[in-house]
C-alpha cells in the first residue's frame, strides 16, 4: 500500500479522500490544509496544518497536490528533495519554466510524477485513441472537446479558484486544460493557439467563457469549450477521414454516469453504444501508484505534462491580450 498525504481539503482534495477510500493500492493517511474549518471536517484521517508535516514524517510515501495553482511548482520540488513522490492535481504548473523546474527535480530524485488528468482514464477515451492509433479512422483532422459547469457559482467570491491572480483564466484552470491534455494525447504538441475569454453571466473576476483553438504543424486542429456558467455538458468527438467517434459525458466525472458514445465509419450508418460508469479518478491515482511500485510506466510522460503547462501559458497569454501565440 502507498501512504499518502493529501494536501488541500477544497472540493477536489474532498472528491479524491471518497475516491481513494477503499482503494487497496494507495491510501491517503494525512491530511493537510491550513484552514482549521477544513482540518476540522475530518475525522477520517490525521490532519496536519502545514506541508512540511508530509515531507518530514518517514510513514509518507507521496503526496497528493491540491492546493492552488501557484504553490505546485515549489511543493513539487520540495516533495522531491524529501524523497516524496508526487501526484498533482492539473494543471501540473501555470508556466512551462515552472513545470521544467519541478519536472527536472523529480527526475533527478528519481521519483514518479503523476497529475490530474483522470480523463484518459475513462473506458471510451482509452478505445478512441487506439482505434485512432490502429488507423480506423484514417487522418485525423479535428478534435472538438467541451467541458461545461457551473458548480463555481456555489463558492463564495473571495475563493482562489475565482480569483483573477490566483486562476487568471478560469475555465482553463477548471476544465479546459482537461481537453488541453486529450488534444496532446490525441494530436502531440500544439504549436500555436487562438484563446478568447469573457465574463458573460456571472461576476467572476477571472471569467466564466473560453474558447480555445489549438493548432498542430500536421495541420490537425482542436475546438476548444470551456464555460463555467451553464449545467454540466462534456463532449469529446474526433473528426478523421474515414470516419468519427464522438462521447457524450452523462454527468460530471466526480460522480460519473456512463457515457453514450457514437461512432460513423466511411458508407455505414452510425453505431450508437453506452459506456458504463467507471472510477476514472480512482484508476489514475492507482495507475501512479503502481508506477511507483515499478508494476507499469505512469501513462503520462513528463513531455506531455510540460507541452500542456506550455500551451496553458500560451492559452492564458492569448485569452488575456490577444491573438495568436505560438507554443
Given at each position: ?15 479524491i479522500l471518497r ?13 493537510i490544509?491550513?484552514d ?55 494543471p ?17 530524485a ?10 484518459r ?17 484514417g ?20 475563493n ?5 491572480t ?6 482553463l ?15 502531440g ?31 490537425a486542429?482542436?475546438l ?34 456512463g ?10 450508418a ?28 505512469y ?29
Amino acid at each position: 500500500m502507498i501512504r499518502a498525504a493529501q494536501v488541500g481539503l477544497g472540493w477536489w482534495g474532498r472528491t479524491i479522500l471518497r475516491e481513494l477510500a477503499a482503494s487497496e493500492l494507495i491510501r491517503p493517511v494525512l491530511a493537510i490544509d491550513p484552514d482549521p474549518t477544513a482540518r476540522a471536517a475530518t475525522s477520517e484521517i490525521a490532519v496536519a496544518e502545514h506541508f512540511e508535516a508530509a515531507l518530514t514524517n518517514p510513514g509518507i510515501d507521496a503526496v497528493i497536490l491540491t492546493s492552488p495553482h501557484r504553490f505546485h511548482a515549489d511543493q513539487i520540488v520540495a516533495a522531491a528533495a524529501a524523497g516524496k513522490h508526487v501526484f498533482c492535481e492539473k494543471p501540473i504548473c501555470i508556466t512551462g519554466a515552472d513545470a521544467e523546474r519541478a519536472i527536472a527535480a523529480i527526475e533527478k530524485a528519481g521519483l514518479i510524477l503523476g497529475i490530474g488528468h483522470e480523463r484518459r482514464h475513462e473506458p471510451a477515451v482509452k478505445e478512441l485513441r487506439a482505434r485512432l492509433a490502429a488507423g480506423d479512422f484514417g487522418t485525423a483532422l479535428v478534435m472538438e472537446g467541451n467541458f461545461n459547469q457551473d458548480k463555481f457559482l456555489a463558492l463564495p467570491p473571495d475563493n482562489w479558484r475565482l480569483s483573477a491572480t490566483e486562476a487568471p483564466v478560469g475555465p482553463l484552470s477548471a476544465t479546459g486544460i482537461h481537453m488541453v491534455d486529450l488534444a496532446i494525447a490525441l494530436f502531440g504538441t500544439p504549436h500555436e493557439v487562438w484563446a478568447r475569454l469573457a465574463t458573460r453571466a456571472t461576476s467572476f473576476a477571472n471569467g466564466d467563457t473560453l474558447t480555445i483553438t489549438l493548432g498542430f504543424k500536421n495541420g490537425a486542429t482542436a475546438l476548444i469549450g470551456a464555460v463555467l456558467a451553464t449545467p454540466f455538458d462534456g463532449r469529446l468527438t474526433l473528426y478523421g477521414s474515414l470516419g468519427w467517434m464522438e462521447i457524450r459525458d452523462r454527468e460530471h466525472p466526480e460522480s460519473p454516469q456512463g457515457w453514450d458514445v457514437t461512432t460513423r465509419m466511411k458508407d455505414a450508418a452510425p453505431e450508437r453504444r453506452f459506456f458504463p460508469p467507471h472510477p476514472a479518478v480512482r484508476d489514475n491515482l492507482e495507475a501512479f501508484a503502481r508506477a511507483i511500485k515499478g508494476e507499469a510506466p505512469y501513462p503520462v510522460t513528463h513531455a506531455e505534462m510540460l507541452a500542456n503547462a506550455k500551451c496553458f501559458e500560451a492559452i492564458t497569454r492569448s485569452a488575456l491580450f490577444g491573438g495568436i501565440v505560438t507554443i
